[in-house]
């Protein structure tokens, strides 16, 4: 497995925010493009979480 880096607070708060829009703004217009868009922020999340846990300092 490759080496974890620390990433910045911005892929955090990017990540919770546009899930956030894609999840209640979005999902009246296009519910499909509102799970596509839901899946990759929360991946976002996700990765942003992984590098503050086991990330190098």
Known sequence: MGKI???G???MLTGIIGFL???IYLWNYSPSWSVAFSL???I???ASLV???????
């Open 5 to 7: 880096v620390t990433l």
């Open 9 to 11: 607070n911005g892929y």
């Open 21 to 23: 829009i894609s999840t």
């Open 40 to 42: 990759f922020f929360a």
């Open 44 to 46: 976002l999340v996700v």
């Open 51 to 57: 590098s503050a846990f086991k990330g190098d300092d």
